[in-house]
């Protein structure tokens, strides 16, 4: 019986390829079939129709097609085992098959041939997939070469193309290459708009390029919410080793005892934090290695509840025409919140520096325009004007990242913005759509890597 599955053997090294070994399996009364989209070389699908306890296999280079008038090829290739079906994930590359494999669909198959089937003449068959349903035929014409085409039914013609995740795993080509991931992509995160752990993963997919030059190596902070915004979050520091993508370094606390901080390296660690349920991205203003020589200081214009918008921005103005005066080089963002984030790209020697550095900017605003501003977090000294936060400029100290999600009401993203837009865009109006949109555009922060 195994000789069946000899050649599928021999083509694979199973050190190498997550590929099951298999084996025969006992026949059972109803034929399972599952189709594979395979990213290899070329991109292709796979139809596998079970048969005597191995699955037969044709890879198809166009997909199956509902159209009646579409004759696809189906280069019929070795006996696949029956556990082949469960099979998606990456071939490594320079392995047989090298590429992504996801399950495009499954379901149950019976041919319809009368009499007995043999695989070297034409089959005709019913699917009863998710996607691919109603009565197909298959018809060999020369050596391994098939031709799949639809036959006529009453089944609703679909553009197969539509479907670009896993019928099993609601999974994208992209997020199986990576191996991401997901667990629970359909839970609720927010209700009004609706916004699940998927949509977020997908946020963040779509983002990544764009934000990790601004947060990688630095080291984060995140905001967990694993059961929705009306559920309880948590502000983790110190993350946990669980997600094995992130870098580590080890910093002493004030009593000289090592404690472990984490950074993104890469696309992986930032969106195996979303798996974590991590939806918000705070950093540091130092980045590893020199991680006591900061170089990206943040004032955070928060307002009293008094006042206006217009009146925001005019202090996001003043603070620019003192940085401009000192020859600083500026950068905006939305806070998603209430206030506005001006980022200054400048290298200090040492955290003492920096700090002091901020709160003289601060106190230099406050002494300008003292009916305005106030250099002091309290609550009180702040009614009716705005308080200028350089506090985040201090080690341990972190700033929401740009283009991090705030975890509030609507989701809102801390954006990037170009000077010119400060008058344009509120605080907290990027949404992640908007976001998604925006990025496609030039980045309004293309500079500021260079200063670092
Ligand atoms: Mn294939």
């Known amino acids: 019986m195994e000789k069946k599955l000899q050649e599928y053997k021999k083509k694979r090294n199973f050190k190498k390829t997550t590929e099951p070994v298999g084996k025969v399996k006992k026949n059972t009364q109803k034929l399972r079939f599952v189709v594979q989209h395979h990213l290899a070389r070329k991109d292709h699908y796979d139809l596998r129709l079970e048969w005597n306890g191995v699955l037969k296999s044709w890879a198809v280079p166009k997909g199956p097609s509902y159209n009646e008038k579409d004759k696809r090829l189906a280069i019929q290739v070795e006996d696949h085992p029956y556990s082949y079906r469960n099979f998606e994930g990456t071939i490594p590359k320079g392995e047989y098959g090298g590429g992504t494999v996801m399950l495009f669909d499954e379901g149950y198959w019976e041919p319809l041939n009368k009499g007995k089937i043999n695989f070297k003449k034409p089959i005709k068959f019913l699917l009863k997939g998710k996607r691919l349903k109603g009565k197909w035929t298959l018809i060999p014409f020369k050596e391994e070469n098939w031709l799949l085409i639809k036959e006529k039914d009453n089944e609703l013609k679909v553009d197969i193309k539509k479907f670009t995740t896993s019928v099993r795993t609601g999974k994208t080509m992209e997020e199986i290459a990576n191996g991401y991931e997901l667990s629970s992509p359909e839970k609720i995160i927010s209700t009004h708009p609706k916004i699940t752990k998927k949509d977020i993963f997908e946020y963040y997919e779509k983002i990544a390029e764009r934000m990790l030059p601004y947060i990688e190596k630095r080291i984060i902070s995140t905001i967990r919410c694993p059961n929705g915004l009306t559920k309880e979050i948590f502000f983790k520091k110190h993350l946990e080793n669980k997600n094995q993508a992130l870098g580590k370094i080890k910093i002493p606390n004030e009593k000289k005892e090592k404690e472990d901080y984490y950074y993104i390296e890469d696309k992986k660690g930032l969106l195996g934090e979303v798996q974590m349920n991590s939806y918000e991205f705070h950093m540091w203003g130092s980045s ?112 929401v990242a740009p283009y991090s999600i705030r975890l509030r009401k609507n989701l809102p993203v801390s954006m990037p913005l170009k000077w010119s837009e400060l008058d344009k865009v509120k605080p907290n109006e990027i949404t992640m759509e908007k976001a998604i949109q925006r990025v496609k555009r030039k980045d309004p922060w293309e500079d500021l890597l260079d200063y670092l």
């Open 288 to 399: 590893i290695p020199k991680i006591n020589q900061p170089n990206l200081m943040v004032f955070d214009l928060d307002p009293d509840e008094k006042v206006n918008l217009s009146t925001l921005r005019k202090g996001v103005k003043d603070l620019k025409s003192i940085l401009d005066d000192l020859h600083l080089p500026s950068f905006l963002k939305t806070s998603g919140g209430k206030g506005y984030h001006i980022i200054v790209p400048i290298k200090m020697k040492s955290w003492k520096e920096f700090r002091s550095f901020a709160k003289n900017i601060a106190k230099l605003m406050e002494k300008k325009w003292p009916d305005a501003y106030t250099s002091n977090m309290s609550k009180k000294k702040r009614k009716n004007k705005i308080f200028i936060d350089w506090v985040r400029n201090t080690k341990g100290a972190t700033s």
